[in-house]
């Protein structure tokens, strides 16, 4: 009798229990494979956004270096193009200056030599026709005699 009373009453309450426990553990299993799937799908989801910035930042760091390697390649342009702006500017300066000075020392040999001219022939070149005749007269011979000498 008490082997019935305890299939007829206490079995099935122990079986219930045991059902209850077994669905709670057995739903407990596939939350925590659930779970374990969605953080392993984040991972992967994760791992490939930082694939992405990994490539992104190389792809930046190499236009940066491009934009730079640009911005030296300009700059040298530029400072090679202001040294020869600087450059042509003095050879203009000197040349200028060159024939400035030739003026210059045509204008006093030519005063020297009107002087001496004066003071050879005895009388004033104060003729400034006659006088510049003489000056270039005078230039030219000496001139040709120093491209006789150089010869």
Same mark, same amino acid.
């Given at each position: 009798?008490?082997?019935?009373?305890?299939?007829?009453?206490?079995?099935?309450?122990?079986?219930?229990?045991?059902?209850?426990?077994?669905?709670?553990?057995?739903?407990?299993?596939?939350?925590?494979?659930?779970?374990?799937?969605?953080?392993?799908?984040?991972?992967?989801?994760?791992?490939?956004?930082? #694939?992405? !910035?990994?490539? $992104?930042?190389? %792809?930046? *760091?190499?236009? /940066? @270096?491009? &934009?730079?390697? +640009?911005?030296?390649?300009?700059?040298?342009?530029? #400072?090679? !193009?202001?040294? $020869?702006?600087? %450059?042509? *500017?003095?050879? /203009? @300066?000197? &040349?200028?200056? +060159?024939?400035?000075?030739?003026?210059?020392?045509? #204008?006093?040999?030519?005063?020297?030599?009107?002087?001496?001219?004066?003071?050879?022939?005895? &009388?004033?070149?104060?003729?400034?026709?006659?006088?510049?005749?003489?000056?270039?007269?005078?230039?030219?011979?000496?001139?040709?005699?120093?491209?006789?000498?150089?010869?």
């Amino acid at each position: 009798m008490l082997l019935w009373l305890l299939k007829k009453f206490a079995y099935p309450q122990f079986e219930a229990t045991f059902q209850e426990r077994t669905a709670a553990i057995e739903g407990g299993i596939e939350k925590a494979e659930k779970a374990q799937e969605e953080a392993a799908a984040a991972l992967a989801q994760y791992q490939a956004q930082l #694939a992405d !910035a990994r490539g $992104e930042a190389s %792809t930046i *760091r190499s236009e /940066a @270096q491009a &934009e730079r390697a +640009r911005i030296v390649d300009e700059a040298r342009a530029e #400072a090679t !193009a202001a040294a $020869e702006q600087v %450059t042509s *500017r003095a050879a /203009a @300066q000197m &040349e200028a200056d +060159r024939l400035a000075a030739k003026a210059e020392l045509s #204008a006093e040999v030519g005063r020297i030599a009107l002087d001496l001219a004066s003071r050879v022939v005895g &009388e004033a070149l104060s003729d400034d026709a006659r006088a510049r005749a003489t000056v270039d007269r005078f230039i030219a011979d000496l001139e040709s005699s120093t491209q006789e000498g150089t010869r």
